[in-house]
């Protein structure tokens, strides 16, 4: 079995099959998640939904390979397969600061980020009403040493420092950018708390990078929950 239906066990059109075999949709999901565990370790945080994905990497003496992503990986809420629709890059100084940025239903998104290159502490704040760790924080740091990427659903207000000149971030989107649907918190809401100290060097003496838009962003306290 393994032999005959590894090329087409993830793909989207199961008629791609043999038709001399029946197929075994349980099966086939657990060749999936047992092939994707190889490649890469997937690790669900405490905010219920957040999810850090580390890949497997192969270095020889030419530099590294690793897979970023694999359609299958990841299901979204309701157990279906995530999809990506539009892919962002953005190159950042050392001390700049992005965020705290979301996109409010109908064009909710959830959001695959890493740092193809440089360092960042990538932040995501709960921002669901009826989530028991509504206005809670995670921050972990991307790098293109560790390679780690991190997933966060809609529900999530999500932001970055960059830790280094020239930091390359690149983050695939389930929904497309909506301008009347988009919404921000402030980076330094008292009441979340975020740390951004907590990955060298932290936060610049003079305080980050800020665009004009995110320096007034309201508190999390004057919005309604937008989720």
């Not at 047992?34 to 890469?40: A, G």
């Not at 929904?175 to 936060?203: F, H, K, M, Q």
Request: aromatic share 12%.
């Amino acid at each position: 079995y393994l032999r005959r239906t590894y090329a087409t066990t993830c793909s989207r059109d199961h008629r791609e099959f043999d038709a001399n075999y029946e197929f075994d949709f349980n099966a086939s999901r657990a060749l999936c998640i047992c092939f994707k565990w190889q490649l890469m370790k997937i690790e669900r945080l405490p905010l219920a939904g957040l999810i850090k994905l580390t890949p497997r990497q192969f270095a020889d003496d030419r530099g590294v390979f690793w897979e970023t992503w694999r359609e299958g990986m990841l299901d979204d809420a309701e157990g279906n397969p995530l999809e990506f629709v539009q892919e962002n890059l953005s190159i950042s100084k050392a001390g700049t600061l992005r965020g705290m940025h979301f996109q409010r239903a109908p064009h909710a998104q959830g959001k695959l980020v890493r740092a193809a290159s440089g360092r960042i502490f990538d932040v995501a704040v709960d921002v669901r009403v009826d989530s028991e760790t509504r206005g809670q924080w995670f921050g972990c740091e991307l790098s293109s040493q560790n390679a780690c990427q991190l997933w966060i659903p809609a529900g999530f207000a999500h932001g970055f420092l960059a830790l280094e000149d020239n930091c390359v971030v690149e983050y695939r989107c389930t929904s497309l950018y909506s301008p009347d649907s988009e919404g921000s918190i402030l980076w330094d809401d008292p009441a979340v708390g975020i740390d951004w100290n907590a990955a060298s060097p932290g936060l610049p003496a003079v305080g980050p990078l800020l665009s004009e838009k995110d320096a007034v962003a309201p508190l999390l306290a004057d919005i309604e929950w937008p989720f």
